[in-house]
């Protein structure tokens, strides 16, 4: 019997050695020394006296301003808005100079490619206005036709005005969107 508690207790002090280290006694560090605030002294730097004293200062009269002037109005009231009145039109029987428009310098080659492409642009556009004329248009038809007229009629403003190139370019839109109505048709 005697080995048999001579047994238990070496299982005993074994397993308390375990659950020691495990517990981490033996593992842990000990713990780091917090820093120290260092605070520097600084001792100041007291001029020393000159033989020459200093002078009083000036004594200066010191006035109350005046009250200041009132800002505004006791109340809050508005401030009406200003109203430019338009300018009445001229009734004379002289005719509004048109603005000088700046067109490109083009070769002549190309002017007459330009005023053909162009009239041929507007024959085509106008021919698909005619197609839609007495059918019942919805919305976005009727929304085609109105920008086909409108760029039809600035090409011809600018046939007038001698533009051929912008008159070229706006007779394409036309025609493009009046294929477009035309297809939808």
Not at 14 to 30: D, E, F, K, N, S
Not at 63 to 79: I, K, L, Y
Not at 157 to 170: F, I, Y
Request: aromatic share 4%; with cysteine; glycine share 4%.
């Amino acid at each position: 019997m005697n080995t048999q508690t001579e047994t238990t207790k070496k299982r005993l002090a074994a397993m308390c050695a375990c659950v020691a280290w495990l517990c981490g006694c033996y593992t842990q560090r000990p713990p780091a020394k917090p820093p120290v605030n260092f605070i520097a002294v600084v001792h100041p730097v007291i001029p020393t006296p000159t033989a020459k004293g200093l002078e009083s200062p000036p004594e200066l009269a010191v006035e109350a301003p005046p009250a200041a002037p009132q800002m505004g109005p006791d109340h809050f009231q508005p401030t009406k808005p200003h109203v430019v009145a338009p300018a009445a039109p001229e009734t004379s029987g002289v005719n509004k100079q048109t603005e000088a428009t700046i067109a490109p310098e083009v070769p002549t080659e190309e002017m007459i490619a330009a005023k053909v492409e162009a009239q041929r642009n507007l024959d085509i556009a106008e021919k698909n206005l005619m197609m839609s004329q007495g059918k019942k248009l919805n919305a976005t038809q009727a929304d085609i036709a109105s920008k086909v007229r409108g760029f039809a009629d600035n090409a011809r403003e600018a046939m007038r005005s001698g533009d051929w190139v912008k008159a070229k370019n706006l007779a394409g839109k036309a025609e493009v969107l009046s294929e477009q109505l035309a297809a939808s048709l």
